[in-house]
């Protein structure tokens, strides 16, 4: 492949990366989110519920009932706290990694190859191929 083409092809890839890292970063901000409604609701709205209920149906005291509360609050808080925490890249981002990297391997080759033609082929490779030439033509030459 071309240079330049190579190139589009590391970019597309690159491009495909971020976007699925973006996404992935979403959903654990979206998450995050969660824990931290679910921490307020909690709260706020079972607190009466749960300390009454701890304190007439489990029969505790109010100091035990207000550590269960706390205790029902922070199970929430350390599960939703996990779910932002947890990320792994989806098939397609690693795709997009492998693909990426197959293709800046063969960009680099491309260029080495592009230079070295250049080389060859460029001002000073003309040089040393017609000094080459007539020094290989002087050795075969039949001089007199």
Same mark, same amino acid.
């Given at each position: ?22 996404? #992935? ?5 979206? /998450? ?18 749960? +300390?009454?209920?701890?304190?007439? %149906? ?9 550590? /269960? ?7 929430? %808080? ?7 925490? +947890?990320?792994?890249?989806?098939? %397609?981002?690693?795709?997009? #990694?492998?693909?990426?990297? #197959? ?9 080495? %190859? ?31």
């Amino acid at each position: 492949m071309k240079p330049i083409e190579l190139g589009q092809e590391v970019l597309s890839a690159q491009g495909q990366i971020l976007s699925r890292s973006a996404m #992935r970063i979403g959903r654990r901000v979206a /998450c995050a989110l969660v824990a931290v409604v679910f921490l307020l609701f909690a709260a706020i709205s079972f607190h009466g519920f749960l +300390w009454a209920f701890f304190i007439s %149906v489990a029969g505790l005291g109010y100091v035990k009932a207000s550590l /269960c509360v706390i205790g029902v609050d922070m199970l929430f %808080v350390v599960i939703f706290a996990a779910l932002a925490a +947890w990320s792994i890249p989806d098939v %397609v981002e690693i795709e997009a #990694r492998i693909r990426r990297d #197959r293709k800046l391997v063969e960009l680099k080759q491309s260029i080495a %190859v592009t230079a070295v033609t250049g080389l060859l082929l460029g001002p000073a490779g003309r040089f040393t191929g017609r000094k080459l030439f007539s020094l290989i033509r002087s050795f075969f030459s039949h001089s007199k």
